[in-house]
Antibody
């Protein structure tokens, strides 16, 4: 059973860069899945940030595209998110998630537990 | 790309049925049958309940069903149970390889 686990700093300074990693266990990151990031500000709804395929192909939310970079590390079976020029509005629980062909590649069927990132000086 | 519109809250008594709507536009919900629904209990990660509009993943109760009409998708929960109390989010393909979520609906089981 594939499991996802986010990791990274819980506190980032304004104007800095948020960096998170999602470790994939129980399966290969090189399988036919898209690997995604979704965030949820405290008390608010979900927002899709973007996704990456093991080939390195990416799709990003247009509203965040200028600040987002995603990458895949096949040797360590994990993928990463970088969000630059952060402000307090980027404070959120960040989830990594999988889209798999088992659900037509059109839904997020497995999620990490989420990690809270606070932007504050 | 704007968030899909969901009611802020719905409620129902045990055993009853409720429906949560998810309204988008002709650029997302209306153009694709690619709406998924997620259940989220407090402090937990979302859980996939419905995908591609009406399909249930293995292990999800058949009390959960999905449908779509025009630009609005719906999630119906029949035979409400206490454990169904949670937040529910819809998500739709929005074209150009992007995805958009709804604002979420809080379900209260009275």
């Amino acid at each position: 059973q594939v499991q996802l686990q986010e990791s990274g700093p819980g506190l980032v300074k304004p104007s800095g860069t948020l960096s998170l990693t999602c470790a994939v266990s129980g399966g290969s990151i090189s399988s036919s899945n898209w690997w995604s990031w979704v965030r949820q500000p405290p008390g608010k709804g979900l927002e899709w940030i973007g996704e990456i395929y093991h080939s390195g192909n990416t799709n990003y939310n247009p509203s965040l595209k200028s600040r987002v970079t995603m990458s895949v590390d096949k040797s360590n079976n994990h993928f990463s998110l970088k969000l630059s020029s952060v402000t307090a509005a980027d404070t959120a629980v960040y989830y990594c998630a999988r889209k798999t062909l088992a659900t037509g590649g059109n839904a997020f069927d497995i999620w990490g537990q989420g990690t809270l990132v606070t932007v504050s000086s | 790309q704007s968030a899909l519109t969901q009611p802020g809250s719905v409620s129902g008594s045990p055993g009853q049925s409720i429906t949560i709507s998810c309204t988008g536009t002709s650029s997302d919900v209306g153009s694709y049958n690619l709406v998924s629904w997620y259940q989220q209990h407090p402090g937990k990660a979302p859980k996939l309940m419905i995908y591609e509009g009406s399909k249930r993943p293995s292990g999800v109760s058949n009390r959960f069903s999905g449908s779509k009409s025009g630009n609005t998708a719906s999630l119906t929960i029949s035979g409400l149970q206490a454990e169904d109390e949670a937040d529910y989010y819809c998500c739709s393909y929005a074209g150009f390889s992007t995805w958009v979520f709804g604002g979420g609906t809080k379900l209260t089981v009275l």
